[in-house]
């Protein structure tokens, strides 16, 4: 599917599907890709441009959302690159999500993500992306909102599990603040890649701005295994 025919698409069924059978708005998160969605797809460009594609034919995307990273890799011209997505159970149960793979005929697998328990995934990919992510934090105390629970993801588990699906990883985490990098365990920190830039006739570095501002894990399964 073409990015325009995407957002055609999207935006067409926001239009019939933005409030329920008692005409109440529906809350659905979804609906921000095609209210905002150049933003969203500068956002997924940019994660793309810091992507090692080199030999990458097969890409898992979890956590896929709309599948608009899916949509935009699988249109990069001189590449050949099948995408197939994961998401949790709800947005399985009709929706924005559904509607719009039933469009795109993109796979989509059913995976959800819990602390210390093994992924289960169809087959091994090339890559598999995430961005945006936040069941590293939902799964711990007080949830998505509670950013220093007293327990941490086991952000090495969830690794080494990982990489017995695939050989690289490029993963945008939720964690949008310097600060909240003492999360990461000290093996992950030499993988953590905090995106800056630089200010016209300005030597100094800054710090980019949302939505591109986030800790990003980016590493290959050798890279880990040999750390």
Same mark, same amino acid.
């Given at each position: /599917?073409?990015?325009?025919?995407?957002?055609?698409?999207?935006?067409?069924?926001?239009?019939?599907?933005?409030?329920? #059978?008692?005409?109440?708005?529906?809350?659905?998160?979804?609906?921000? %890709?095609?209210?905002?969605?150049?933003?969203?797809?500068?956002?997924?460009?940019?994660?793309?441009?810091? &992507?090692?594609? !080199?030999?990458?034919?097969?890409?898992?995307?979890?956590?896929?959302?709309?599948?608009?990273?899916?949509?935009?890799? +699988?249109?990069?011209?001189?590449?050949?690159?099948?995408?197939? #997505?994961?998401? =949790?159970?709800?947005?399985?149960?009709?929706? &924005? %999500?559904?509607?719009?793979? #039933?469009? &795109?005929?993109?796979?989509?697998?059913?995976?959800?993500?819990?602390?210390?328990?093994?992924?289960?995934?169809?087959?091994?990919?090339? /890559?598999?992306?995430?961005?945006? !992510?936040?069941?590293?934090?939902?799964?711990? +105390?007080?949830?998505?909102?509670?950013? %220093?629970?007293?327990?941490?993801?086991? %952000?090495?588990?969830?690794?080494?599990? =990982?990489?017995?699906?695939?050989?690289?990883?490029?993963?945008? !985490?939720?964690?949008? *603040? $310097?600060? *909240?990098?003492?999360?990461?365990?000290?093996?992950?920190?030499?993988? $953590?890649?905090?995106? /800056?830039?630089?200010?016209?006739?300005?030597?100094?570095?800054?710090?980019?701005?949302?939505?591109?501002? #986030?800790?990003?894990?980016?590493?290959?399964?050798?890279?880990?295994?040999?750390?």
């Amino acid at each position: /599917m073409e990015i325009d025919e995407y957002r055609t698409v999207l935006a067409d069924i926001q239009k019939r599907n933005w409030k329920d #059978a008692e005409g109440n708005k529906l809350n659905d998160i979804g609906y921000k %890709y095609s209210k905002n969605f150049w933003n969203y797809y500068n956002e997924k460009q940019f994660c793309i441009e810091h &992507m090692d594609l !080199t030999d990458v034919n097969t890409v898992l995307d979890i956590g896929a959302g709309v599948g608009l990273l899916g949509v935009i890799l +699988e249109n990069i011209k001189h590449l050949d690159i099948t995408v197939e #997505a994961t998401d =949790i159970e709800e947005t399985f149960v009709g929706g &924005m %999500y559904q509607e719009i793979f #039933a469009h &795109m005929k993109t796979p989509r697998h059913m995976c959800e993500i819990k602390n210390k328990t093994p992924i289960v995934l169809p087959k091994h990919y090339d /890559m598999i992306t995430m961005t945006r !992510t936040v069941f590293d934090r939902e799964e711990m +105390e007080g949830g998505y909102e509670n950013k %220093y629970s007293d327990e941490l993801f086991d %952000y090495e588990y969830f690794l080494d599990d =990982i990489f017995q699906h695939t050989d690289r990883l490029f993963w945008k !985490t939720n964690y949008q *603040s $310097l600060k *909240s990098k003492k999360v990461f365990p000290k093996s992950v920190q030499p993988f $953590l890649w905090w995106p /800056m830039k630089r200010l016209e006739d300005n030597q100094r570095l800054f710090s980019m701005d949302k939505p591109y501002r #986030a800790w990003y894990i980016v590493l290959t399964k050798e890279q880990w295994e040999n750390r």
